[in-house]
């Protein structure tokens, strides 16, 4: 039988803090990479025959890149927030359960109440 040990859900809450920190960068970086890529596609796709890179070829892949950054970093907070609120909610049930385990008591059904073993 599996025993119950509280150190287990401590370990949970701390891992889903540490993702949360560096998701942002991760998605906004990545978000900047596939920007670019589209962009520079976009100024081929316009220009299938280019005989210097132009500015506009320059233009369109950073303009892609930091429209497709701001994204990834927007969504990414929005995951960010989303796990920091687990771990919250994980720690939550953790503390009430801490607190339940220690204060509990038990009704005998004659008036009185004792502590619970």
């Given amino acids: 039988m599996v025993q119950y040990d509280p150190a287990v859900i401590q370990a949970f809450a701390e891992?889903?803090?540490?993702?949360?920190?560096?998701?942002?960068?991760?998605?906004a970086f990545l978000g900047a990479i596939v920007g670019s890529v589209a962009g520079f596609a976009l100024s081929l796709y316009l220009n299938p025959f280019p005989t210097a890179p132009g500015i506009a070829m320059l233009l369109l892949s950073a303009v892609g890149g930091v429209?497709?950054?701001?994204?990834?970093?927007?969504?990414?907070?929005?995951?960010?927030?989303f796990l920091?609120?687990?771990?919250?909610?994980?720690?939550?049930?953790?503390?009430?359960?801490?607190?339940?385990?220690?204060?509990?008591?038990?009704?005998?059904?004659?008036?009185?109440?004792?502590?619970a073993a």
Avoid: P
Wanted: with cysteine.
């Fill in 15 to 27: 891992s889903l803090y540490a993702k949360s920190l560096s998701i942002a960068r991760s998605n």
């Fill in 67 to 81: 429209l497709s950054g701001a994204i990834g970093y927007r969504r990414g907070m929005d995951k960010s927030f």
């Fill in 84 to 115: 920091r609120l687990h771990a919250q909610l994980t720690l939550c049930q953790l503390m009430v359960e801490a607190n339940t385990r220690n204060n509990a008591r038990v009704n005998t059904g004659q008036g009185e109440t004792r502590k």
